[in-house]
């Protein structure tokens, strides 16, 4: 079936240094992929709206300067938290699907971020 | 604006106890899908069932059950005869059909099984 990869799937950076996680749809194309953060004992909430070829749509409270989407292929997206801070620190999440005629929405295997 | 909520925080069961997580929604979308999703602790989502808005067949799945109903924008998951293994975070969700992969998450009902 359809896989989501994320990598990696532990990062520890300092702060002030910028990290880049990528989210891969393994074996399909997908031109919306979408990235959630959770923090520790929360809910999911979305990032973003990841869109292949053109700018990633932000959720309201965002800093799209901040927390940069690249999604250059249709089987790649990539979040690059900019000048992280221990606030960062968050577990990182993206999906994608095939659409509402395929099964479900598949998730990667979420990201740890720390920053010290 | 859509919008989800599981008003229970925690549950503690006993093993082989039957155990039901309460999930309300709201939207506007006419179209529309719900998922219930596990996450155990190493943090990755597994998905459990999706069910979209024009069928509201319950369904069973071995010892997982869902009952959806329109009339009260309700899709509970009931776990029967729980084990140790269920313990885990579940995750209601809800994606609305123009948006489609776009989840909007419940809070999350941690549920605990004990021995």
């Known amino acids: 079936g359809a896989v989501v990869s994320q990598h990696p799937s532990r990062v520890i950076c300092k702060s002030g240094t910028s990290v880049k996680i990528e989210c891969r749809s393994l074996?399909?194309?997908?031109?919306?992929m979408f990235w959630y953060r959770q923090f520790p004992k929360q809910s999911l909430m979305l990032m973003a709206t990841?869109?292949?070829?053109?700018?990633?749509?932000?959720e309201q409270g965002v800093e799209k300067d901040k927390f940069l989407i690249n999604h250059a292929s249709l089987t790649l997206s990539t979040l690059t938290v900019t000048s992280a801070h221990p606030e960062d620190s968050s577990f990182y999440i993206c999906?994608?699907?095939?659409?509402?005629?395929?099964?479900?929405?598949?998730f990667g295997e979420g990201s740890w971020l720390t920053v010290v | 604006a859509q919008k989800v909520t599981q008003a229970q925080t925690e549950i503690s069961v006993v093993e082989k106890e039957d155990v039901t997580l309460d999930c309300v929604y709201e939207?506007?979308?006419?179209?529309?899908?719900l998922f219930w999703y596990k996450q155990p602790p190493s943090g990755e989502l597994v998905f459990l069932i999706r069910r979209n808005s024009f069928d509201e067949q319950n369904e069973i799945s071995g010892r997982y059950s869902w009952n959806f109903q329109k009339s009260t924008s309700s899709f509970n998951f009931t776990i029967t005869a729980s084990q140790v293994v269920d313990s885990a975070v579940y995750f209601c969700?809800?994606?609305?059909?123009?948006?489609?992969?776009?989840?909007?998450f419940g809070q999350g009902t941690i549920l605990t099984v004990h021995p």
């Open positions: 939207t506007r979308d006419t179209t529309y899908y």
């Open positions: 969700a809800l994606s609305g059909g123009t948006s489609y992969g776009k989840l909007t």
């Open positions: 990841s869109n292949e070829g053109s700018k990633a749509t932000y």
């Open positions: 999906s994608a699907s095939t659409g509402p005629s395929g099964n479900t929405i598949y």
């Open positions: 074996d399909f194309q997908a031109t919306t």
